[in-house]
């Protein structure tokens, strides 16, 4: 008799702490891909955005898998005197800052509780200075 409450409202405790764990997991995904990408770190074969996104498509424990889960993930280069986006070859220029950041992950809950058509957006970002490369070195193709 009590079974049917009881289980509504396990299920309820889980729906509401699912998109918790999402944004913890991005979190840690994001700030993992940030630590990656200050020390210029790239697999073999591969630039420098591709490698970052792999790092954090790796840690958010398959949520971002295959290409519309890479297109979630961005990478950004800032220029530290003025805070603008930086283009061209030499984004990644020691001292400029990365943002990593996952953006537009939706996660659609079991019930549509709140009625917002059951769809919660989940983001996370990150970002750091870029390490200074030793002298004579070049960095990585962003």
């Not at 949520?63 to 990644?92: A, C, H, I, M």
């Amino acid at each position: 008799m009590a079974v049917i409450p009881l289980l509504a409202m396990l299920l309820t405790i889980v729906d509401f702490s699912i998109p918790i764990f999402l944004r913890s997991l991005m979190t840690h995904a994001v700030r993992e891909g940030c630590r990656y990408a200050i020390t210029f770190r790239t697999e073999p074969g591969k630039s420098q955005t591709v490698s970052i996104q792999n790092v954090v498509m790796t840690n958010s424990s398959g949520f971002l898998s295959g290409d519309g889960g890479r297109d979630k993930v961005k990478v950004r280069f800032y220029s530290p005197v003025t805070f603008e986006e930086v283009e061209g070859p030499n984004r990644n220029a020691s001292g400029n800052i990365v943002e990593v950041s996952v953006e537009g992950l939706q996660w659609s809950g079991m019930v549509d509780l709140w009625r917002t058509s059951g769809l919660i957006t989940i983001s996370a970002k990150s970002a750091d200075r870029l390490e200074t490369l030793p002298r004579g070195t070049a960095p990585p193709t962003p």
